[in-house]
């Protein structure tokens, strides 16, 4: 169906026909505004932003450009077509018709499901909002704000869904989504890392590349969900945080490949040098990685989970492409897992796979982060230089699961406690380091200029130059 553009609330949903849904969304509305002004990116809302919107949900052509002020953006609803043949691609029902309506013993589940991936896209608008006083580049800032609209308009979607199938609870829980407070200590947002404060663009980039992609793992998962209604919101979603991390990784491209000019430059690849030169020295940026890296893992859970068990077995949330398996019930197979024994070692031991389907997920989350590093590493070694990033191993730094609190080094090998306090300086940005960070993060609001620590982009948005007028500053 096409968006609807008309309404007060734009909808391919045909929201027009439930007065009473309507209305509710329509008093949610205000609300969210509210938020938005109060909590979202501090003192922009009057600068005119070359903003995409969505025009359609097909792949091709579902964005508008055009200057926006951020409080006018169409927020609104959309969700994939829907497929009449869609079966149930996974579990003990698998075969089965999908649900356009919620079977009563899965409403908890699904609620909270829904809850926790909802509590996270405010949550980050919230963790981001005074990095556009330091962006380094109206290109960057332009970014900065099309990934928070975007994370504004997928809490839309979740609570859309919370309204129009949870009745009275939905309601109370789309309240309480503007409630919870990234970092607040009485009411914080549910998952750890969303509440990490993003103070400089590194640790935004960082946040791009890797937390939104635990995004996208979860929305995948979500996307299989036999609950058809999330799996259709689900899978548009994916493709407005595909720019999300896009942003990230060209972001942390962008710093390597001022890096490596510096050093050339300088003729030295000492860190200090570089950094006296005004850039980010590579060793920051692999301790930024680990850090974010080591958080964003936390987000898939507990390597052995049986309420990831009885998702999977009840069609809730699935694997990741799930049609890329073999086998869809997955009840006889196992999962063998690598755990400390206790004694400062490591042993094996296997678990059903259907226990293990958080640590599956994580398997493929770490895949696809590896491809951007891979790609960073190629900058470097064209660049002539020895220097590799790299992933830490899943057991570093852990905070859930087997290996949470489990001091490793960041290979993964177990390690004693004082051995791992007395290193982290050299693995964990340090307040040294972080301070060097902050003190490049002066902002660069001029049209056609970019900041000294990061190299230019290949190329503009929607096909205009670098150093467009993406942000009009009034
Ligand atoms: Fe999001
Ligand atoms: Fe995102």
């Not at 013993?105 to 980050?124: K, M, N, W």
Request: charged content about 25%; proline content about 5%.
């Amino acid at each position: 169906m096409a968006i609807n553009y008309q309404d007060r609330i734009p909808n391919n949903v045909d929201l027009g026909s439930n007065r009473t849904l309507q209305r509710a969304l329509e008093h949610w509305q205000p609300e969210f505004l509210n938020w938005w002004q109060e909590l979202g990116p501090r003192d922009f809302q009057v600068a005119d932003v070359y903003l995409r919107t969505a025009t359609s949900v097909d792949a091709k052509g579902w964005a508008t450009y055009g200057f926006v002020r951020m409080p006018d953006y169409r927020w609104g609803i959309f969700l994939a077509d829907r497929d009449a043949e869609r079966k149930i691609g996974f579990g003990d029902f698998y075969g089965q018709e999908v649900w356009q309506q919620i079977p009563g013993e899965y409403r908890s589940i699904l609620r909270r499901l829904i809850v926790t991936q909802g509590d996270t896209e405010p949550a980050s608008v919230e963790q981001q909002r005074m990095l556009g006083h330091t962006a380094p580049s109206l290109y960057d800032l332009r970014n900065l704000f099309q990934v928070n609209v975007e994370e504004g308009r997928h809490l839309w979607a979740m609570v859309y869904l919370l309204h129009a199938y949870f009745g009275r609870d939905g309601r109370e829980e789309a309240e309480e989504l503007l409630e919870r407070h990234s970092g607040d200590a009485n009411k914080p947002r549910i998952l750890g890392t969303f509440n990490e404060p993003i103070r400089d663009w590194l640790s935004f980039f960082m946040f791009t590349y890797f937390t939104d992609r635990d995004g996208k793992f979860q929305l995948k998962s979500l996307a299989e969900s036999s609950f058809d209604p999330l799996a259709r919101t689900c899978s548009f979603m994916l493709t407005e945080e595909a720019h999300h991390m896009f942003v990230g990784d060209t972001g942390i491209n962008r710093v390597v490949r001022r890096s490596l000019e510096v050093m050339k430059e300088l003729g030295t690849e000492d860190p200090m040098a570089v950094r006296n030169a005004g850039a980010v020295d590579l060793p920051t940026v692999q301790k930024y990685l680990n850090f974010w890296f080591s958080s964003s893992l936390d987000l898939f859970g507990s390597e052995t989970s049986s309420n990831a068990a009885s998702y999977f077995a009840n069609g809730l949330k699935g694997r990741p492409d799930e049609t890329h398996y073999e086998d869809h019930i997955a009840k006889e197979q196992s999962y063998t897992l690598e755990l400390p024994d206790g004694a400062g070692g490591v042993k094996s031991e296997a678990i059903p796979m259907r226990n293990a389907m958080n640590e599956v997920t994580r398997g493929s989350y770490v895949t696809d982060c590896d491809l951007g590093v891979k790609r960073w590493n190629r900058v470097i070694e064209k660049a002539g230089y020895s220097f590799r990033l790299s992933l830490p191993s899943t057991r570093f730094r852990r905070n859930i699961g087997i290996w949470a609190g489990v001091p490793t080094d960041p290979t993964g090998r177990p390690i004693t406690r004082e051995e791992f306090d007395a290193r982290i300086g050299d693995w964990l940005p340090s307040d040294g380091d972080r301070a060097h960070i902050m003190s490049l993060m002066q902002g660069v609001h001029e049209q056609g200029k970019m900041a000294a620590w990061i190299a230019p982009p290949d190329r503009g948005i929607n096909n205009n130059p670098v150093d467009y007028e993406y942000v009009k500053l009034h």
